[in-house]
């Protein structure tokens, strides 16, 4: 699941370049999947607290996953690009709320980050392997082939998740609510809008995926325009190296989060974009790609189990953790699908370099939010509440 869940997104880039598209066409097609998929993600979350199936909103996504591919292998026009990454994002936007869902199901709120943290360090593991084979395919038989072993994954996800027996997943539980009480009414929808913490948590990290979100794909960009090395294996080596981070830094992220809370683990996943974006600036090069994506892999690393396991623990007892994880993958969504749109037009006018750095200054307001609101935040960052208590104050029932 973790290659389908990356998507193709950096090849997709690359493919693009081959063929003759502009920076500013490649980071407008991306920007256009993006926001499809940020409009349907607060809506996914809120379908899959209501199911019973959840494993079908993983299965789906696999199917999209298969047919994207084809159809960018069989034409580049621009709106059946774009046609096909729209509906592998509105699909793909219930993976994140579906496996933390399936995640909270199996192992209740008092195992939540630490399976979590396993989770993603698998996830960030199987990016490695996928973006590995990804380089070696590509180099061997062309950029094509990234866009057959994506397919191939997606095929794989779908088995994998219906090894899962559905009577393993507490619905009750993956949705948040209150455990050792019956009642299946779950907090009103009002609940997303009144609480400070999720809401402060959500501007950070639109603003921060503001400069991350376009980093990857237009660092490979700027590196391969300058003729640095072959473009498959090349940007293997961007995902690889970030990734291999990453499964370092999700466990860190487990730990601390038992021992300390996560607000120190999200300020520091903050902090490592402003330095990423200066030293992808200052060193557009094969052998920058190392200092760029370490940075890269302890920003996201971090957040991988940080933002699950903080909107799992502010909204425990609600009944609304999926649809409040959707909630901020939307607005997390925003920055993220704005970025390669105005990244890519950036580097068209004034440079690779200046781009970086402003992408990079994203965070800085990230940085002033999280700080700023420390009183408000640090509760709700705390260490794991009890089973069944909630960080939010009473609010009123809806169905």
């Known amino acids: 699941m973790a290659d389908m869940q990356a998507g193709i997104g950096p090849f997709l880039g690359v493919f693009l370049l081959a063929h003759g598209w502009q920076s500013g066409l490649i980071g407008s097609v991306m920007t256009i999947g993006g926001v499809a998929g940020m ?3 607060g809506p996914a979350g809120a379908l899959i607290d209501a199911t019973s199936h959840k494993r079908s909103y993983v299965v789906i996504p696999g199917v999209c996953t298969v047919l994207a591919s084809a159809v960018i292998l069989l034409s580049q026009h621009f709106w059946l690009v774009a046609a096909s990454q729209v509906a592998t994002a509105i699909a793909g936007a219930a993976i994140g709320p579906a496996v933390n869902g399936i995640t909270l199901g199996i192992v209740r709120q008092a195992g939540f980050n630490n399976q979590v943290g396993h ?3 698998f996830n960030h593991a199987g990016n490695v392997v996928g973006a590995g084979l990804s380089g070696l ?5 062309g950029l094509p082939a990234v866009f057959w072993l994506a397919a191939v994954f997606g095929i794989l996800s779908i088995v994998s998740v219906l090894t899962i027996p559905a009577d393993a997943i507490d619905n009750r539980a993956a949705r948040g609510m209150k455990e050792g009480e019956t009642t299946d009414k779950a907090s009103g929808y009002r609940v997303l809008v009144e609480c400070k913490p999720l809401l402060v948590l959500a501007a950070a990290l639109a603003m921060f995926h503001l400069g991350n979100g376009a980093m990857l794909p237009l660092y490979g960009l700027a590196v391969v325009a300058k003729q640095q090395g072959d473009p498959a294996s090349f940007v293997a080596i961007t995902i690889v190296v970030a990734q291999s981070v990453m499964i370092v830094a999700s466990l860190i992220a487990m730990r601390m989060a038992a021992k300390e809370g996560l607000w120190l683990v999200m300020l520091i996943s903050f ?3 402003p330095i990423r974006g200066l030293t992808a600036a200052f060193f557009i090069s094969h052998w920058g790609v190392y200092p760029v994506q370490i940075l ?3 920003g996201a690393g971090l957040q991988s189990v940080a933002v699950p396991g903080l ?3 502010i909204l425990n007892g609600t009944g609304r953790v999926n649809v409040g994880q959707g909630a901020v993958m939307t607005v997390q969504g925003l920055g993220a699908s704005l970025s390669p749109a105005i990244g890519g037009w950036i580097a068209q006018e004034i440079g690779y370099s200046a781009m970086f750095v402003i992408l990079g200054s994203f965070a800085l307001g990230s940085v002033a939010l999280w700080i ?5 935040v640090k509760l709700a960052c705390a260490a794991t509440p009890a089973q069944g208590a909630s960080t939010l104050p009473p609010v009123g029932a809806a169905a």
């Open 119 to 121: 989770n993603q360090a």
């Open 296 to 298: 890269d892999g302890i």
């Open 372 to 376: 700023g609101f420390a009183s408000d």
């Open 271 to 273: 902090l490592a974009l």
């Open 311 to 313: 909107v799992a623990h």
């Open 137 to 141: 395919l590509g180099w061997i038989f």
């Open 39 to 41: 409009v349907m993600t």
